[in-house]
């Protein structure tokens, strides 16, 4: 299990493995999935969750 690190640790550590030049936007974009998937397995762990088949009733509905 890795050791509990600040969310700006996390940002720079993500940021320095992108290449030199990559631009601006593709920065942001990375640091919101890794936020997204942060949160998704926050969710997870604290049973915040649904099953299959439930979100095949959802997709339906839409």
Do not use: C, F
């Amino acid at each position: 299990m890795q050791p509990l690190q600040s969310a700006k640790q996390e940002a720079i550590e993500a940021i320095q493995k992108l290449p030199d030049n990559v631009d601006l936007d593709e920065i942001v974009y990375r640091l919101y999935v890794i936020n997204k998937i942060q949160q998704g397995m926050q969710d997870v762990e604290a049973g915040r969750t649904i099953s299959h088949e439930e979100l095949t009733r959802e997709i339906e509905q839409w």
